[in-house]
């Protein structure tokens, strides 16, 4: 099981930061990849990025610039940094499993909602 | 705006057999498999049908899925109450090393 956590606003031009605790299972395990989702009425579902368990990391292109996603195996959990927050990054954020070569996000958080604004 | 096109709604009365497209390119429904995710209102989405017309435990065989080329369509046949919900296409983009998905489509049963 996967759960999102972080503060729910976050002001203009600072850095928005969640956490996805793992639960059940290990995130060092090899046969998983980890991602950051977000969901927002404007632009729906917009995948964010994706952390494998040794720290090899894949972002969108268009947030490249401004997001890292890194895996503490000590927690157990792993976590996205996006910088330079602006309005257009206020969407439900989610945290995901990915199968190791495989598209399927077979296991989802259940989303936290942040907003941007001062 | 999302880069796989979906029909923002579709409908359909109980019992009856619906249909929803999602529309791609070369680079992602042409070359990968197509997922498809179900979400219902203030929940996260599920995973509801994924490779190969594959179902996770649970779901039942009224949802099925194909592909041709650069589209894909999700049936649901029998349709029933349950199923009034949010669906979303999904596949691997070879250009983005990452998941599109396509804007949803909310399914209505009248």
């Known amino acids: 099981q996967l759960r999102e956590s972080g503060p729910g606003l976050v002001k203009p031009s600072e850095t928005l930061p969640l956490t996805c605790t793992v639960s059940?299972?290990?995130?060092?395990?090899?046969?998983?990849?980890w991602a950051w989702i977000r969901q927002s009425p404007g632009k729906g579902l917009e995948w964010i990025g994706t952390v494998y368990s040794g720290g090899r990391t894949y972002y969108n292109p268009s947030l490249k610039s401004r997001v890292n996603i890194f895996v503490d195996t000590s927690t157990n959990q792993f976590s996205l940094r996006l910088t330079s927050a602006t309005a257009a990054d206020t969407a439900l954020y989610y945290c995901?499993?990915?199968?190791?070569?495989?598209?399927?996000?077979?296991?989802w958080g259940q989303g936290t909602l942040v907003t941007v604004s001062s | 705006q999302s880069v796989l096109t979906q029909p923002p709604s579709a409908s359909g009365a109980p019992g009856q057999r619906v249909t929803i497209s999602c529309s791609g390119t070369?680079?992602?429904?042409?070359?990968?498999?197509v997922n498809w995710y179900q979400q219902f209102p203030g929940m996260a989405p599920k995973l509801l049908l994924y490779g190969i017309n594959q179902r996770p435990s649970g779901v039942p065989d009224r949802f099925s899925g194909s592909r041709s080329g650069t589209s894909a369509s999700l049936a649901i046949s029998g349709l029933q109450s349950d199923d009034e919900s949010e669906y979303f296409c999904?596949?691997?983009?070879?250009?983005?090393?990452?998941?599109?998905f396509g804007g949803g489509t909310k399914l209505t049963v009248l």
């Open positions: 995901a499993r990915l199968p190791e070569a495989s598209s399927v996000l077979d296991s």
């Open positions: 070369g680079s992602n429904i042409g070359s990968n498999f």
């Open positions: 059940g299972g290990s995130v060092s395990r090899t046969d998983s990849l």
């Open positions: 999904s596949a691997w983009d070879d250009n983005l090393d990452g998941p599109v």
